[in-house]
């Protein structure tokens, strides 16, 4: 690590500034805080983690009702339930990430929750195909404050030999809120859809569907809440804000090992969230399952995956033991779900990026 490159694993503007190149910076153990604090901080951003993927993933339960509604094909459902969410997701998340550098990373979060929990209720509002394309982009631009964010937090809370295990647990909020998006979203269609139409407040009636997407944005708002109870911590000492040309200089410097993770988690997100998408509608259509049903078998599958926790293992693995953080092949081969991550780990360029415990 030079002094004027910026670091892989967080946000994309950090540079180092150390006393001697090569010598990373001094991260702040907990930023001053009680370790009780931090670990309820890291509940809180992963508790925002699973709500985001429940918000992310309650169309794909209604599949059927709003293709029969809007009259639109499984390729146009699949453009807003991908397309309208994925890039405006990635595109923003290069620009927030940016902002996470400059400004408040708790304000950024908090202001997303709120955002992307809007842009879900309203959803149920849509009255044609491009209002829903336009609420689900807002979907995406909201999550997308998320994570860039949430990283660069956990390293102000975590000391280094607990920061795995503090994005481990983080991490755990998508297993988790897959699962729970799918319960959660099969009772609540399952009791949105034996009452008919039902009044909320200053939004009007709503039935079916479109009730279903007001609720589950309602829900997610008390998160926002509980962010305002998270402080903001102090930037990691010795770095200092790059320049977009200085960290457009380090990608490309270091584009053989990221483009071997872009490709493992590209192709890795491109085949999980297809099939979180279209196996509820599968069980439907191939076996005659109603929505609950097929929410509850797939609900039970992920949340059981969530409880086993491998990010949770692979964490605690990584900081107990030096050999998996001196060694980039066994600190990525643990932590990856990919063989492109793994064959990032490979080139010797990684050993400069997994900092020594002290």
């Not at 457009?248 to 872009?262: D, E, K, N």
């Not at 191939?286 to 509850?296: H, K, L, N, V, W």
Request: glycine residues 10%; proline residues 6%.
């Amino acid at each position: 690590m030079t002094n004027s490159t910026a670091t892989a694993g967080g946000t994309a503007g950090s540079t180092a500034t150390a006393s001697s190149p090569g010598t990373p910076p001094t991260v702040p153990a907990t930023g001053g805080f009680k370790a009780a604090y931090a670990w309820f901080v890291v509940a809180v951003l992963a508790l925002a983690n699973c709500v985001s993927f429940i918000d992310r993933l309650i169309l794909s339960l209604l599949v059927q009702p709003i293709k029969a509604e809007l009259g639109i094909s499984d390729t146009a459902f699949s453009l807003l339930a991908g397309a309208a969410f994925a890039i405006f997701y990635c595109g923003m998340g290069l620009i927030i990430a940016r902002w996470a550098d400059r400004y408040s990373r708790k304000w950024i979060i908090t202001s997303g929750v709120t955002l992307w929990c809007a842009m879900t209720a309203l959803s149920g509002t849509a009255r044609s195909y491009a209002q829903l394309f336009l609420f689900r982009i807002g979907v995406g631009v909201g999550e997308a404050t998320l994570s860039p964010s949430a990283y660069s937090m956990l390293a102000g809370y975590s000391p280094p030999r607990r920061l795995a295990l503090a994005i481990g647990l983080f991490s755990a909020g998508v297993t988790a809120g897959t699962g729970i998006a799918y319960l959660l979203g099969g009772a609540v269609i399952g009791w949105v859809f034996a009452q008919g139409e039902v009044a909320i407040p200053l939004l009007g009636e709503f039935a079916g569907w479109r009730l279903v997407m007001v609720l589950i944005g309602l829900m997610g708002l008390p998160v926002a809440l509980l962010m305002l109870l998270v402080r903001e911590p102090p930037r990691a000492a010795g770095f200092a804000r790059a320049s977009s040309s200085e960290v457009w200089s380090y990608f490309r410097q270091h584009l053989p090992r990221y483009a071997y993770v872009f490709a493992g988690y590209g192709t890795t997100s491109i085949t999980a969230f297809a099939v979180m998408t279209w196996t509820p509608a599968l069980y439907q259509r191939q076996y005659g399952a109603s929505i609950p049903e097929a929410a509850t078998v797939l609900g039970t599958v992920a949340l059981l995956g969530g409880l086993l926790a491998p990010s949770l293992a692979a964490g605690s693995l990584i900081d107990s033991s030096r050999v998996a953080i001196r060694t980039p092949n066994c600190a990525c081969s643990a932590a990856a779900d990919s063989v492109f991550c793994s064959r990032a780990s490979w080139r010797p360029s990684c050993r400069a990026c997994i900092p020594t415990r002290p």
